[in-house]
């Protein structure tokens, strides 16, 4: 009997998920994911698999090796799905936040080279706004997204993550930021919790990534992607290449609604939810969103031994 994948999206790690030694025994199993990597470092001109095997964490987790460290290792589990399961295919993708550029690398909107390319500068420009600003994020549980906009108002700060239902992410200047968790306590959330981030993402603080990131994205060819690729900034799919790329520049300092992105993409009829790339962060939240849907993840050769079952 032919397998129907037609009820099947693909789901991206964004940056936050990067761990010392991911990708490691996909690679030494599958050649397909070494190829991946192979090219990764040929392109970079550095050996990325390398930070990504052996770290350290704290030259890992620099915006500027994170982000591309992600997008490879991802699409190294990719490959080996595709190894495993060769007729599997999807129809929708979406990623959080940097993750959105490896679902676009993965639809085929990107040549692997030229999203590479673009991932890595993208990390670059945000690296340097990061210095360049004084700038915070922290977590707010278990609080109204009314009421939260209204925190955010009061203290000058922006949402910057809408993950789940109840979880959110605010972002801005590092002071306002510790007024904002403290008015957030008083509004009645459950926990608010600073976080331990380079900068204030997904915010005005970014505005100089932005603007760096819309010059160099202008000179990149966009293809019509293989599959429907959700948008962080609007939850929907951009309707043509154009509007791929504004999304991508807003997304920078725009928050990424993921909750609408996976809520519209559950009310398209998709059914199935498969996670590529380190960790498990997308599963866990799909559980506060929608119970119902089948989750399965590739981050390594167990999981992707799970899935393979679960597929067949």
Not at 227 to 255: F, M
Request: net charge neutral; charged share 20%.
């Amino acid at each position: 009997m032919e397998r129907t994948w037609k009820n099947t999206a693909l789901l991206f790690a964004g940056q936050g998920a990067q761990t010392v030694g991911m990708g490691r025994d996909l690679c030494e199993k599958y050649p397909a994911s070494r190829q991946v990597f192979a090219r990764a470092n040929a392109v970079l001109g550095r050996d990325l698999q390398q930070i990504c095997f052996e770290g350290p964490e704290s030259v890992l987790t620099q915006t500027d090796n994170a982000q591309p460290g992600i997008f490879v290792t991802s699409l190294a589990c990719w490959a080996a799905l595709q190894a495993e399961v060769p007729d599997l295919t999807f129809a929708a993708a979406a990623g959080l936040s940097l993750g959105e550029l490896t679902a676009l690398t993965a639809a085929g909107a990107f040549s692997f080279e030229d999203g590479l390319h673009i991932v890595q500068a993208r990390g670059r420009f945000m690296q340097e706004a990061c210095a360049a600003t004084n700038g915070a994020m922290a977590s707010i549980i278990g609080l109204d997204d009314t009421v939260l906009e209204q925190v955010c108002r009061e203290t000058d700060v922006d949402l910057a993550n809408l993950n789940c239902p109840g979880q959110t992410v605010i972002s801005g200047d590092k002071e306002k930021i510790a007024r904002a968790v403290e008015l957030a306590k008083t509004k009645g959330a459950k926990r608010a919790i600073p976080l331990t981030v380079a900068g204030a993402y997904h915010s005005r603080l970014m505005a100089t990534a932005q603007h760096n990131f819309a010059s160099l994205l202008a000179g990149v060819p966009v293809r019509d992607p293989v599959a429907l690729v959700v948008s962080n900034v609007t939850g929907r799919p951009a309707q043509s290449a154009d509007e791929t790329k504004k999304l991508l520049v807003r997304q920078i300092t725009s928050a990424v609604r993921w909750t609408d992105s996976m809520r519209w993409l559950i009310g398209q009829g998709f059914t199935r939810f498969i996670e590529l790339g380190p960790g498990t962060v997308l599963t866990g939240l799909m559980k506060r969103i929608d119970k119902n849907v089948e989750m399965l993840n590739v981050s390594d050769c167990a999981s992707l031994a799970a899935t393979v079952a679960a597929l067949r």
